[in-house]
């Protein structure tokens, strides 16, 4: 899959996004729904299928075009300024949910309706569930990226250093071809443990969450996503820059 077909896809599944938050919406604000736990539970199921599908069309292009991922031509400067190796950084996964607990927790403190507490009273014990989570996932992040650099720095390794003094002999040509070749392919398996560990934290929050609970979470995931593609897109286009989205 090439850079025209993922990003046909990818501008596919954000549309499919979009609407998922619509069903999500309607949910978290429909009494009847409200109180009935596995239709939630379906829901959440079915956008959870949506990020798989994402993942695993990713990882079929990057065993082709890891370069494409990691530098995404259909993201808007302002989306790149907060990527980590080819998406979202997994502990802001963290940040999120406790920044909407925070907002629930204040509406409920100011009298608002009970549909829009989803995330206002999260219990102890969840709240220790997802403490464990976040360690144990600012750990394997800090790994990842400990590898990433490790990957980038190989960028002055002897071979390289060596080919980019002859680079210019006929050749030598395919010896820089074999040698970007393990670049590329040493970037994949970083990028496929980001994008591991990215939809395992998805998962990991979402099911220490009630299915209400879950709803309003991926409903803010899905917000912030969306906004931010579109705050980014817009201000590119002020600014006279060309993008892809």
Known sequence: MGEENFQEFYTK???EQRQQVGHLLLASKSPQIAT??????????RTLAQYEEYYATKSKCAKTDVLLLLSPPWTSRLEHAFIWIGGWRPTAAF??????????????LSGAEAEDLGLGDLSAHQLGLIDELQRSTVKEERRITEK?????????DAEMVELSHVAEEVEEEERVRSALRGK?????KVLRSADRLRLE???????????????HFLIAAAELHLSLHEWGREKDERDGVQCNA
Request: proline share 4%.
């Open 36 to 45: 009935s736990s596995p239709s939630l539970s379906v829901l959440v199921t």
């Open 13 to 15: 599944w954000i549309g």
């Open 201 to 215: 934290t998805l998962k990991g929050v979402v099911g220490i969450l009630s299915p209400m609970q879950a709803v």
């Open 184 to 188: 590329e392919e040493g970037f994949e």
């Open 148 to 156: 990433e650099a490790k990957q980038q720095e190989t960028v002055a």
């Open 95 to 108: 940040h999120l949910l406790y920044s909407k607990s925070g907002l629930h927790l204040e509406a409920r």
